[in-house]
């Protein structure tokens, strides 16, 4: 089973940028649609970015288009997910996730990104 570790979180202020990686073991990384999911306190978890498993196809949530970057690279073995132009309201725990069967059904641990105003 592909287990998920993301990276790159941290403390940054509003207008400036971030890159998330996550790192996915196995040899199956190339067969799973990703997606970066988010989590605020006292929210649920959103749908922030995800792309298909050859890369061709990417999606967005509303609020972060035009901001966010999402790629991948199979030889790597890792997604990423750059982000830009940041705001308070990103502030939040990011997670990577695999869609191993119809769902995104396998996660990571999560990184804290926080954007102070």
């Known amino acids: 089973q592909v287990q998920l570790v993301e990276s790159g979180g941290g403390l940054v202020q509003a207008g400036g940028s971030l890159r998330l990686s996550c790192v996915a073991s196995?040899?199956?990384?190339?067969?799973?649609?990703m997606g970066w999911f988010r989590q605020a306190p006292g929210k649920e978890r959103e749908r922030v970015a995800s792309i298909t498993r050859s890369g061709g196809m990417r999606s967005y949530g509303d609020s972060v288009k035009g901001r966010f970057t999402i790629s991948r690279d199979n030889a790597k073995n890792t997604v990423y997910l750059q982000m830009n132009s940041l705001k308070p309201e990103d502030t939040a725990v990011y997670y990577c996730?695999?869609?191993?069967?119809?769902?995104?059904?396998?996660w990571g641990q999560g990184t804290q990104v926080t954007v102070s105003s």
């Open positions: 196995g040899r199956t990384f190339s067969m799973y649609d």
């Open positions: 996730a695999a869609r191993t069967r119809a769902t995104f059904d396998t």
